[in-house]
C-alpha cells in the first residue's frame, strides 16, 4: 500500500489525526504533541486590591504527564488609567484559582506615571521556561488561565479590542 493511501486511512474523513492514531508516547523528544489556544478580546478592569480579575481561562489534559510544557501569555493593551497593574499565567485543579502562578506576567506596571490621562501601551507578552508537564504534582486535566489585580488604588485596565491570548504546548520529552 502506498504511503499516500496510508496517510488517508489514518486521517480518515476528518481534517486532523482522529485519538487514538498516532502513539504520542513514540514521538521523538521535542515535537510539539498539542498545542492549545484560548483568547478573548474584551475590555477588563480591576480596581481591587484583593480579588483577580480572570482575562481567559483553559481546560487542559497532557497526553503525557512526563512531558513538558511551553506557555506563551499575551495581554492586550494594558491601560494603567490610575492604577499599578500586576498579571499572571494561573493553574489550578479546578476553575479560577487564581492563586497558584506558573509565570508572571507584569508586576507594578505603570509604577511612576503621571495619571493625569490614561496611558495606552503595546501589548505585553511573556513565555514561561519550559516546565514539567506535572510541575506541582498536578495529573490529569487541569485548568490554566490568565488573571490581572490591581496593586494600589485606582483602576488598571487591559484591552480595547485587542487579544489577551493563552497559548500552551505540550512537547514530547
Not at 484560548?38 to 481591587?48: I, Q
Not at 499575551?74 to 479546578?94: C, H, K, M, N, W
Not at 497558584?100 to 509604577?111: A, K, L, M, P, T
Not at 516546565?131 to 486535566?141: C, E, L, R, V, Y
Request: charged share 15%.
Amino acid at each position: 500500500m502506498s504511503n499516500a493511501r496510508n496517510l488517508a486511512n489514518l486521517l480518515g474523513t476528518s481534517a486532523t489525526i482522529p485519538a487514538g492514531k498516532v502513539v504520542t508516547a513514540s514521538l521523538p523528544a521535542g515535537t510539539v504533541v498539542q498545542c492549545v489556544v484560548t483568547s478573548d478580546t474584551s475590555v477588563h478592569s480591576n480596581s481591587s486590591t484583593s480579588s483577580y480579575t480572570e482575562l481567559c481561562e483553559t481546560l487542559f489534559t497532557p497526553h503525557d504527564d512526563n512531558n513538558k510544557l511551553l506557555i506563551e501569555a499575551q495581554l492586550g493593551e494594558p491601560d494603567i488609567a490610575t492604577g499599578r497593574g500586576f498579571a499572571r499565567v494561573y493553574y489550578g485543579s479546578s476553575a479560577n484559582q487564581y492563586s497558584q502562578e506558573v509565570v508572571r506576567i507584569c508586576s507594578e506596571f505603570g509604577r511612576g506615571e503621571n495619571y493625569e490621562a490614561e496611558s495606552h501601551t503595546q501589548n505585553i507578552i511573556v513565555r514561561s521556561p519550559l516546565i514539567n508537564a506535572n510541575h506541582n504534582s498536578m495529573s490529569g486535566a487541569r485548568y490554566y488561565g490568565i488573571a490581572m489585580i490591581n496593586q494600589v488604588s485606582g483602576t488598571f485596565r487591559i484591552g480595547n479590542g485587542v487579544h489577551h491570548k493563552l497559548t500552551i504546548w505540550e512537547i514530547a520529552a
